[in-house]
């Protein structure tokens, strides 16, 4: 489900393996350290198909400090799966953060617009792993995850796990759109609002600043604001007017 390899090469599949391990360590806006890489390889791979795959994943990995320092490889009669497990660590001063920090008024924010990642991005996309870090030490955020799953199913496993709600404001969502949901949805004729909440695999960082936090600081991070967290539970859209909108939430769920 997160490549072809009629369509990508190895080492873009070794990248995005790896890639997609250390936008876990943005989320928490820790440094990550080394990995470990477990593979069983399709009897169809080459030893060079192999050779690449793992060499995209670890050169990739060494740009970010964190080379493969271990792992296991098979192979079989089936589709090739990877798995890449990094061991992080904290920087001086910060805790991780985590999903269950959330409060009634805070900000929730993206460091980069949404939907559409399917053209291209799904491949390509650099972990926020400097600016997590950045924002840690300078607005202290209460919450972070970023967005595989998409945006609304993501910003609901906040909700969930802090007891909140939140309500996305329509003109500052759609300000967040990112331009190539727009072109994905004169494709598909899906509008990119439901590109932005549900495509998933963007990999920008949901960040959930406390009320207090300097508009300006934000702005400043390149950070977009799309809504508030609310006492009241549930997902919903504002509308100009003070219309509220159920929002449905979905996205990528394993197994269903």
Known sequence: VDFDSQVHVWSAIGRKAMAVNLSDCAAMAVVPVSAVCAVALSNKLSLEDATELVRGAHEFGLHYGCPIVGGDTNSWDAPTAISITVAARCEAGLSPIRRDGARPDD???LTGPVGGSILGRHMT???RLALSR???HRIQPHAMIDISDGLALDLWRILEASGCGAVLEEA???AATHADAV?????DGRSPREHALYDGEDFELLVVAPADAAEGEMLALGLLP???ITAEPGLRLGRAGGV?????VRGWEHFR
């Open 107 to 109: 900000g929730i924010w």
């Open 125 to 127: 996309f650099e972990p």
């Open 134 to 136: 950045e924002i840690a």
């Open 172 to 174: 500052a969502l759609d």
């Open 183 to 187: 072109r994905l949805a004169a494709q």
């Open 226 to 228: 799309i809504g508030k």
């Open 244 to 248: 509220y909108e159920a929002l449905p």
